[in-house]
């Protein structure tokens, strides 16, 4: 259906191309080209795009079928490990008293590409801060469901309320922080701690959505 | 990495064999032991059938899942990203940590002692009715801790197969940042055999773990 479309587009475009006025030469490309890159060869669109050239998408469609088919005692979702794994370790981390310590490691360990993420802040804006710490990035992007983007600001549900529920619910006796404490022992000295190695200043507003927008 | 023919091979085998034991197997097992008390019968299936328990179709959370997988899919620099990618670098992180504090063991401890209300609840459960691959189901397959983190889980009789998840993060955060301090054996060392073997403890079952690329788990 698509190979029909693109070599139909590509027939027509050559049929014609010599009576198409500069301005529809200039506007085709980005029919085309739809939800693709916005720039570049609309024939080799599908050929270039990067999800449709992988080869290993059946070992994540299962995950995700298998992760999906667990409705049981929850509804499990893709972040599941992930967020109940971040709160196993530092319900540990918390009980030796080195939250600040642990909360600097990962400021540390990531000043690389933290100080990569600064340089793209002095070139395009401090909303690439964001992008950097959020979007941009598999450890926030496989971590919460849906993140919302708007200009200095970005939103997104918490991952950690009801993967602690879960955890006290069903692991009893081994889970005694707070909700507040992830935002206050983790969540936030995290954020902050990025922020100050890009150079930018954030405000967190914590909740169910939670808040983070450029101070 | 396996070659493709081989994946399809292996994957198809692995999700007859893993809906098999978990299902199909595991109600005709049930079924045939007359011999078991009425309260084993009563809690194992509840445990053991709360897994792909059919509720794909009627959720209504799947857009957000995709979307996740398809920007995962998508970003492939500087390396091809996959579904485990943050999962796995949290545990690198976790371990980092551990390492330079030189609280690994204990760290591995209460991770074991953490879920070991589920060991004990459902798996000693399953070992005492099915036998010591029970363990192995309880450990891998059927717990979204690893199915969340393996690629792909080869199933046999007593024994279970992954490719390594850490190995390839590893060599790219240290080839992109260099930062840790950590090497890929003390993820099979000071978390991965550690952990396995706590649990099997806790279940009374002993493990052989073969560390490697394609990392292996037999109950002896």
Known sequence: MKKLERRDFAKQTLKWGGTLTFLTVLNLPRMALGAGPPM??????????PFLNRDDLQDALKSLYMTYDSTSPYPHKFNDVISKGQLECLEFIVSKG?????AEHYITTMKPILLRVKQRVEKDGPDKALHGMFEGTTCSYQLMERIEVSQGERSFPCPYKPALENCKKWLPDRFFMEWKDICNRWCIPVWT????VIGVKLAVQPGETCRVKLA | MMKNSQITKNEISSLDTCDDISRRNFAKKLLSIGALSSLAVSLIPEAALAWLDGGFAQREDLADAIKVLVKTYSDTKPYPHKFNDALVKMHLRNLDFAVRKGIWKERAEHYVWTLGVVVDRHIKKGVEMFGKDAFLWGNFERTSCSYQLYERIEIKEGERAVPCPFKPIL???????????????DVHNKWCIPVWSGFARNVGVEIKVEPGETCRVKVL
């Open chain 1, 40 to 49: 570049g060869n609309p024939l080799n669109t599908m050929k270039e795009n």
């Open chain 1, 98 to 102: 080195l939250e600040k310590e642990y």
């Open chain 1, 193 to 196: 701690g990025f922020a100050k």
């Open chain 2, 171 to 185: 060599d790219q955060i240290q080839k992109s940042m260099g930062t840790y301090q950590i090497t890929w054996e």
